[in-house]
Structure formats: structure tokens, C-alpha cells
């Protein structure tokens, strides 16, 4: 009995957000360049720079260092105490998910510097707070969470103008909920802002079928067969999971 005792206990013990120390991320980024800022992966696409907030101390914004850690999980299972050995379904439990939420993925996103072809563009004063999670986010902690960012987004000369850029699964709320954001001060947008011509994610090519598929229908489609590892697909919109592909 007091073996079971101490497993609920241990069970319910709230995650510890004291971090510790390290050179793979920090607390505030500059713009409109910052150090910390991830590989581009074509010209003329907008930059980024990852971050984590956890949620019950919302405050600390932890940004990584994107030359080192390109993705979420990298990051947070090796500079994070809290997520320290996690697996990828472990994190993405208490990160993807409202229920059991304990920290939010998100990236700030900055407009190009260079056009598709590579030439230097002007720098427009502006950028982007996305959030990362599968399932609709509450409007307050997004507000909470945005307001958190852009405070410690700091421009090295002037002002910049902050957005929210939802993702894919947040859009449908972000549409509905832009009047309360509104309110708050957070305009509601996305990269096309700053699209000047077609955008190219990822240089290259694939040989398939290409199978138009409707963004929310993309899941059932792979598991009865209607889509295939080896098509190319065409589709409205790119939601954060998807399988595996020729192309889209």
C-alpha cells in the first residue's frame, strides 16, 4: 500500500521548470538577425528561431539555438531538465495535446532577407509568433504566450510590428477568435505577407501520381489506400503530421 501511495505521488508531482544553464538557448533574441536563427532551407522563404514556454510559468521564453537543434524535440530532450531521455511520443504528449499540456512549441518567424534567387531584399519590420499544438488552442493562452515572445524579441534599431502567424491546425480558432485578439493587440496573419511569387519549401523533385486530397482528409486517405508513399500531393493547406510521401 505505501509502495502505491508513493507512485501516485511521484505520479503527480507538477514538472519542475528550473532549467539549467546552457549555451543552446536563452531567453532573448534580437532582430532583425539573431545568432540563434535556424538554416534556411531555400532563399526567399521567411527565417526562424524555435522556442519553448511552459505553460504553468509563463514568463521564461526558452529559445534554441536553431545551428544546433533544427527541431523541437532535439532541443528540449537534451537542454530542458524537464523533458531530459523524453521519447518523441512522451514529448509530444505534454506538448502537441491540451490535455496534459505542459509546455507550448512555438517559432518566431522572420520576414527574408533574400528572394528566391538569393539576392539581398530589404528587411521588412515585422515578424511572425506561430504555436504548435494538434488540438485548438485557448484564446488566453495564446494571448498570454504571444504577449510573453514579443517582449523579449528585441529590435537592434527602431520598432518591429509582431503577428500571429497560427498554424494549420490553429487557423479555423485564429479566424474566429480574431476579433478577441484583436482586442488584446494581436493581429492575425501568416507568411503570405511576405510573398512576392510562388514559394518553393523544399528544393527538388519526385516522380509519381498526383493525387489531390483535402487537408482534413489526408489521414483517412493514407490508411484506406486512396494515398500512397510513392504519390505526389497536391492539397489546400500542410498540417504539422503527415505521411510519408514522394512529394506535396
Known amino acids: 500500500m505505501l509502495a502505491s501511495i508513493l507512485l501516485i505521488a511521484a505520479t503527480l508531482t507538477p ?14 533574441v534580437v532582430f532583425p538577425k539573431d545568432v540563434f536563427e535556424g538554416p534556411s532551407l531555400s532563399p526567399g522563404l521567411p527565417r ?3 522556442f519553448t514556454v511552459f505553460v504553468e510559468d509563463i ?4 529559445f534554441q539555438d536553431g ?3 533544427a527541431f523541437h524535440y532535439d532541443f528540449a530532450t537534451n537542454s530542458l531538465d524537464p523533458f531530459l531521455g523524453f521519447s518523441h511520443s512522451e514529448l509530444d504528449a505534454v506538448t502537441l495535446q491540451n490535455d496534459g499540456r505542459v509546455a507550448l ?3 518566431v518567424l522572420l520576414p527574408p532577407n533574400k528572394d528566391a534567387d538569393g539576392f539581398p531584399i530589404p528587411t521588412q ?16 493562452l495564446v494571448v498570454d504566450v504571444f504577449n510573453s515572445v514579443k517582449d523579449v524579441v ?25 476579433a478577441v485578439l484583436g482586442a488584446a493587440g494581436i493581429e492575425v496573419s501568416s507568411t503570405e505577407r511576405w510573398q512576392t511569387g510562388d514559394a518553393i519549401y523544399s528544393r527538388g523533385w519526385a516522380v509519381g501520381r498526383v493525387n489531390n486530397v483535402p487537408s482534413d482528409q ?4 493514407f490508411e484506406i489506400g486512396q494515398l500512397l508513399p510513392t504519390d505526389i500531393l497536391l492539397t489546400d493547406g500542410i498540417p504539422a503530421e503527415l505521411p510519408p510521401l514522394a512529394g506535396i
Open 67 to 69: 545551428q544546433t537543434y
Open 125 to 140: 519590420a515585422e515578424f511572425g509568433i506561430q504555436l504548435v499544438s494538434l488540438d485548438p488552442l485557448d484564446t488566453q
Open 48 to 50: 526562424w528561431i524555435k
Open 154 to 178: 528585441v529590435p537592434n534599431f527602431g520598432s518591429a510590428q509582431p503577428f500571429y502567424f497560427p498554424t494549420f491546425e490553429q487557423s479555423s480558432t485564429a479566424i474566429a477568435d480574431a
Open 15 to 28: 514538472f519542475s521548470v528550473s532549467i539549467t544553464p546552457s549555451p543552446t538557448w536563452k531567453s532573448q
Open 218 to 221: 489526408i489521414d483517412a486517405a
Open 105 to 107: 512549441l512555438g517559432a
Open 59 to 62: 514568463g521564461p521564453v526558452y
